[in-house]
């Protein structure tokens, strides 16, 4: 899903943000023939996510430069190895680095996060999503980087799919129509192919959100919002594979086991990308047989 197109578009927008009239420093203190040579090396351990975006960085700078990457987006790595190599000339190395080391760390501080959660669940069948918590004009790289993690999308934009959650219901029902009424006429109204999902708040909630089907339309998620694991456990069997059942709210690590142990089928957590933290990727460079740390 991360196309090139999205990739450039992303990174253009950084580089003139970063160097909107040119970078004066590398411009004035390094000479116009000046080559460079510049890993990218980990500094800690962690899943790599985001090789295209980093290389993206210094050809959009520099044509002339290319990039070799030595690790797939999706591979473990640990502290001290060598995950890309940089080459070309001086100023524009100097130039696209701090853009595509930002971009870099972004994303495989989420893929590591993202794999400690898929490693968490392992074995319950439970899929760990993302959600629509992502850094404004980044989603597509953020939810790029949870898939190199192991973790599965969301929906990707309020466009991909109906998902009616509290405020929508509370606004559905305040003519004092019931819960069920209010969404047959909505699934009624929709295209067949169109997914539907629905958050609940308490256990009373689900039979009337179901029982709005029909043969044709259906509600195919329903979303049981920071239930205790009790109430998990209640819902999964009240909904009895006639829906897939998400759990959402209040998931860390801490507790994502035993919220995945309840038989729920998508865990979706925010933190994934709103709470990920950049990874230590340092870019160590030789520019004229100096050695330069970044």
């Known amino acids: 899903m991360l196309t090139p197109r999205q990739i450039e578009r992303v990174v253009i927008a950084a580089l003139e943000e970063d160097a909107p009239w040119g970078d ?19 500094r800690e351990p962690g899943v790599f996510s985001g090789g295209d975006v980093f290389a993206a960085a210094f050809t959009l700078t520099d044509a002339d430069i290319t990039v070799d990457l030595a690790v797939s987006d999706g591979a473990a790595f640990g502290a ?12 524009g190395v100097l130039t696209a680095e701090r853009v595509g080391l930002n971009l870099v760390q972004r994303m495989s501080g989420i893929a590591t996060l993202t794999a400690r959660y898929v490693d968490a669940v392992a074995g319950s069948g439970a899929r760990i999503a993302d959600t629509r918590k992502t850094t404004p004009g ?8 949870v898939r190199s993690g192991g973790g599965h999308n969301h929906r990707y934009s309020l466009s991909d799919a109906v998902m009616a959650k509290d405020n929508h219901l509370a606004v559905l029902t305040a003519d004092g129509g019931d819960l069920t009424g209010a969404l047959r006429r909505a699934l009624a109204a929709l295209p067949h192919t169109t997914h539907v999902e629905v958050e609940v708040d308490r256990l009373e909630q689900i039979e009337p959100v179901l029982a709005a089907g029909d043969g044709t339309a259906r509600v195919g998620t329903i979303m049981l919002d920071n239930f205790t694991l009790d109430d998990l456990r209640a819902g999964v069997a009240l909904v009895a ?5 998400e759990a ?3 998931v860390s690590l801490r507790t994502v086991a035993d919220i995945a142990a309840t038989g729920v089928d998508v865990i979706s957590v925010g933190a994934l990308t709103h ?12 520019v004229s047989g100096a050695d330069v740390g970044a």
Do not use: F, K, N, Q
């Open 241 to 245: 594979g006639r829906a897939t059942v």
């Open 24 to 42: 004066v420093t590398s411009e004035y203190l390094i000479p116009a023939d000046a080559a460079a040579t510049a890993d990218l090396v980990a």
């Open 275 to 286: 709470s990920a933290r950049a990874l230590d990727l340092g870019l160590d460079a030789r």
């Open 80 to 91: 001290g190895d060598v995950l890309a190599t940089v080459s070309g000339p001086a100023r």
């Open 138 to 145: 980044l989603r597509a790289l953020e939810r790029h980087a």
């Open 248 to 250: 959402s709210g209040g």
